[in-house]
């Protein structure tokens, strides 16, 4: 499991909230880090960060290992039981403890907002909880859901609520997100403002964050209930006003150098109990890939030696005897350089804009919307989007901007100067061709960034189609298909339904 510390956040009005990697025995029913002066102003704030704990940490750690970005250090042991592909029950504790302690923030915020006839705020509460559950049903299967939350006595005093399928949670978030936009589409002068770190209260990033959401959501069930997936993005795209995410709309939120707004990753590596040590490096698997496509990402999303050159090793393959500084290791960019004081500025990704235009490139090549545009241009869009994400950690470290790194990355004219095979978009192939192209660009762009979510597609899909397993897995030819569910909820949740190994795929897994 992660180590024991607290992030200490201080948000408006004083509050001060404990938002912990590994916080034991979180009722999941209530939230006692919650003041009972909380306002709307604080509890969106502190809410969001908990995602951040555990979307940075423990999914990102997990997500980029076992989807091939990141591998553990030979000089060190921390994460050996997850690239052995055998976690202890409670290696992801603090991602469930985390997630659920944002859910109650949010929950208390709708409460709180419904009083107060704010609208936007009770919008953004049903939007971010429809996100975080997702978060939970992708990560661990069946969770609590409709019983969540409730455990005062005034709201039915449930203190062991049932879990819910994951089709039925999916089903329950999507109607938040319908919700949440008929509420932001009404006026409300009282809206969020700085408080909300993500987008500062604009109403408009935050109606395309809850379409390209649900734009997500549906393409999860692309191969469960590939029916279902195509009715309700057909109607989605009915929607009048529909947008989704694009350049300079990424859902984030940013840090700094103070002791109470670092990075989380880079807070986790740089506490007392961990010291600095540099447990992540670069996986070959990712790197190799990265450098036979000629693709200047590789220099952004780890660092390189002195000879200029970005080197990884096999994935899992900790026993090997290697010296420091003769590979890479995750950049101060994605906050995953330990040594690196700018790993504290490094964002968090919920949403990004490279993600919002793969979506969209998929749902044209699977011919389930009629707009216009082409699947061969959206993927394009994609790949100049993860490209901009990162403009000036472009210029600082290789000397070209985004898009002129974008150009010469897709230059595949013959001149010798950039295009690799995974530019080489087939728009005249087959769907399968198509989706292989879409899907392994995502995973390129969610290098560092998007670990949890790239490791999520690839369950759905099977793509990239080249992973290399762990040179030390405990369980052979399979891989891991889901989160363990912590000891909190086996021994003290009446309700729980039993214990699922770690091999055992979440309910939209069915390749």
């Known amino acids: 499991m992660s180590i024991n510390k607290k992030i200490i956040i201080t948000v408006a009005a004083g509050l001060v909230l404990g938002v912990s990697s590994c916080r034991k025995f979180l009722d999941v029913n209530s939230n006692p880090n919650v003041a009972q002066t909380a306002t709307v102003q604080t509890l969106l704030p502190a ?7 555990s979307l940075g940490v423990d999914l990102q750690i997990a997500g980029s290992m076992w989807t091939g970005f990141w591998t553990q250090s030979p000089n060190s042991s921390q994460y050996r039981s997850l690239e052995q592909y055998a976690p202890g029950q409670d290696q992801f504790i603090n991602g469930w403890e985390n997630l659920y302690a944002a859910n109650e923030n949010f929950y208390q915020m709708y409460k709180l907002a419904d009083s107060q006839k704010k609208k936007h705020y ?17 990560g661990w299967g069946d969770v609590p859901f409709n019983q969540a939350l ?12 049932k879990y819910d399928s994951q089709a039925v949670v999916y089903t329950g978030i999507m109607a938040y997100i319908d919700s949440a936009e008929a509420l932001l ?53 009915a929607t009048p006003g529909v947008q989704f995410i694009g350049i300079g709309d990424d859902a984030k939120i940013n840090f700094g150098y103070s002791s109470t707004n670092k990075n989380p990753l880079y807070a986790e590596m740089t506490s007392t109990q961990l010291g600095s040590t540099q447990n992540l490096v670069a996986s070959s698997t990712a790197v190799d ?9 590789a220099y952004i999303f780890y660092t390189y030696l002195s000879n200029g ?17 003769t590979y890479s290791i995750p950049s101060e960019y994605v906050g ?3 040594q690196a004081a700018n790993s504290t500025k490094a964002p968090v990704y919920l949403l990004s804009s490279s993600e919002s235009y793969f979506l969209q490139a998929e749902v044209e090549a699977r011919g389930w919307a009629v707009t216009g545009n082409s699947d061969a241009a959206l993927f394009y869009q994609g790949i100049n989007a993860s490209f901009n994400q990162y403009n000036d950690a472009m210029v600082a470290v290789n000397g070209y901007t985004a898009d002129s790194s974008y150009n010469r990355y897709i230059d595949a004219a013959g001149t010798g100067t950039g295009g690799g095979y995974w530019t080489l978009y087939p728009a005249g192939g087959t769907q399968a061709q198509k989706l292989r192209y879409i899907i392994t660009q995502k995973w390129f762009a969610m290098c560092g960034n998007q ?37 909190s909820e086996s021994t003290r949740n009446s309700a729980f339904p039993g214990l699922q190994p770690i091999t055992a795929k979440t309910w939209w897994d069915i390749f």
């Open 122 to 138: 009770k919008a953004l509460s049903l939007m971010l909880r429809a996100y975080t559950f997702q978060l939970l049903a992708d």
């Open 289 to 297: 890939s990265f450098n036979s496509n000629f693709d200047d990402r």
């Open 150 to 161: 409730k455990g005062q006595p005034s709201e039915g005093g449930i203190l062991n609520p």
């Open 47 to 53: 809410g969001q960060l908990y995602i951040t704990s």
């Open 185 to 237: 589409a009404q006026t409300d002068a009282a809206g969020p403002g700085s408080d909300d770190l993500i987008y500062g209260g604009d109403v408009t990033k935050w109606q395309k964050f809850g379409y390209t959401l649900k734009l997500r959501m549906l393409l999860r069930l692309s191969e469960r209930a590939p029916l279902v997936a195509q009715a309700g993005l057909a109607a989605l795209y």
């Open 336 to 338: 995953g350089n330990a």
């Open 451 to 487: 670990g949890f979510e790239a490791w999520t597609e690839y369950r759905r899909t099977g793509y990239p189609d080249f992973f290399v397993r762990s040179a030390n897995s405990l369980i052979g030819t399979q891989e891991p298909a889901r989160l363990l569910y912590p000891t």
């Open 309 to 325: 050159s970005v080197v990884g090793i096999p994935q899992g393959d900790y026993n090997m005897i290697i010296s420091g500084g």
